[in-house]
């Protein structure tokens, strides 16, 4: 049973943290127990009387976690937490009625929030590195407002990809101590622009100098998964296309058009050769136009060489009909049937799988990314799924790669991002 000396030490140093100060910029892998520790901290801080009531900002996936967690943990017990789900006017009433604790909410419902008398004084969001990238002005006025004198940013990856969007994130939590209040400050102060002015690359010795501006708003929870869970190994089955779809796929990437799919831009070709890497391609009235299977095929006998309870992320919807068609007679036709031991095969799409479930890992410890992810946060977080407390294998992580695709440059996009992060971490590990 879990109980408060449940709690590991980097746990109970990132609860002392955040009960202390009164902003925090909180970067902890998946896995390392944030739900928990925020919740520690806010009842903490709630029976001191320092603040009266706190917002949380999370996936949509994730915010009923919230107040599930609080069962977990007998020293929650009293912790009122309220998640803020529905219709409007169903979140209003929960949000009009008088009580000292915490309001949970959607990223996608946080401005909504903020618009109405929530009568909170504190808040944390939760992927701070996706509401970054959100351009709502008035929500960055609003989340940096006087009115939330305790602020708490939460990140796996702050710097998954570059160091650019470390301005609005610091500055939602910090109100601009960091970096000042001008993000072309920012970007002119550290990065050197092309003379359009749209990308920027980092002024050298730029990184260290601006990792020491966060080094006091920033508390990194120790990564213990390697000590306390079975090694992870990452593969990659690399396979080839048919030559009809090279020819296909050539067309496409030189001239933009393949028949009667045409891509008006750079990024809609990306998707058109994504598509055509795994053997189909959509046209404009959303219809598939097939090629071949040949990534089909390598999940197949991917799975034949195990034949053992497995989870497949896939990403586009024509690749997932096509993963349920062939494996149709191993199937689980859901999370809980899977878990419950119904079924050898969970298909999912990588988003859907990424924040909010527990229970894979005690079913499984293979893993096949059918395509390689963009994200390095998604990825990371699916692979969480798998390889956490209670996994009693050791975890395989397989993605498929289509040579001389845009699937190399995905893996070494992801793989670069990854220096970023090391960077990041080797910082504020060293201070």
């Known amino acids: 049973m879990l109980s408060e000396k449940s709690l590991k030490p980097e746990q109970v140093e990132a609860i002392e943290r955040l009960s ?47 107040p599930k967690e609080v069962a977990k943990w007998p020293h929650l017990k009293g912790l009122i937490v309220k998640d803020l789900t529905g219709e409007p006017e169903i979140r209003s009433a929960k949000l009009d009625l008088p009580f000292i604790g915490v309001i949970v909410v959607s990223l996608n419902n946080l401005e909504w929030l903020l618009n109405q008398d929530h009568y909170a004084d504190g808040i944390i969001i ?33 710097v998954s990809q570059d160091f650019e969007k470390l301005f609005t994130m610091c500055r939602r939590v910090d109100k601009g101590k960091a970096f000042g209040t001008n993000k072309n400050n920012y970007l002119n102060k550290y990065f050197y622009s092309d003379y359009m002015g749209y ?22 929870v120790g990564d213990t998964k390697e000590a306390d869970l079975p090694k992870l190994t990452e593969e990659f089955i690399r396979f080839d296309m048919p030559d009809a779809t090279r020819v296909a796929y050539k067309k496409m990437k030189k001239h933009m058009l393949v028949g009667d799919v045409a891509a008006v831009n750079a990024a809609v070709r990306d998707g058109k050769l994504r598509q055509l890497s795994s053997g189909f391609v959509y046209n404009e009235a959303k219809a598939v136009l097939k090629y071949d299977g040949a990534r089909i095929d390598v999940a197949v006998d991917w799975w034949l060489a195990r034949k053992r309870p497995c989870v497949i992320f896939y990403e586009y919807v024509e690749q997932g009909a096509r993963l349920n068609q062939v494996f149709r007679k191993q199937l689980s036709a859901n999370i809980d049937d899977f878990i419950s031991g119904k079924g050898e095969v969970l298909i999912a799409q990588i988003s859907s799988l990424s924040h909010g479930v527990d229970g894979l890992q005690n079913v499984s410890h293979d ?25 009693q294998h050791e975890v395989t992580i397989t993605t498929l790669v289509c ?29």
């Open 199 to 220: 990308n920027w690359t980092l002024k050298e010795g730029s990184s260290a100098l601006i990792l020491s501006q966060i080094t006091k708003l920033v508390h990194m």
């Open 367 to 391: 893993a096949l990314f059918f395509h390689p992810v963009w994200s390095r946060d998604q990825k990371e977080q699916a692979i969480g799924r798998l390889w956490r407390t209670g996994q």
């Open 126 to 158: 939760d992927e701070l590195s996706k509401a970054a990238g959100r351009q709502t002005k008035g929500l960055n006025t609003k989340v940096r407002g006087d009115c939330f004198i305790w602020r708490v940013g939460m990140s796996a990856t702050p």
């Open 20 to 66: 202390t100060r009164k902003t925090t910029l909180l970067v902890a892998p998946t896995g390392a127990g944030k739900t928990v520790i925020c919740l520690s901290a806010i009842q903490r801080i709630l029976a001191a009387g320092k603040l009266k009531r706190v917002i949380v900002a999370c996936p949509a996936k994730v915010v009923s976690v919230w």
């Open 403 to 431: 040579d001389n695709t845009l699937d190399d440059v995905v893996v070494a996009r992801v793989e670069g991002r990854a220096e970023w992060m090391d960077l990041f971490t080797k910082h504020m590990e060293g201070r």
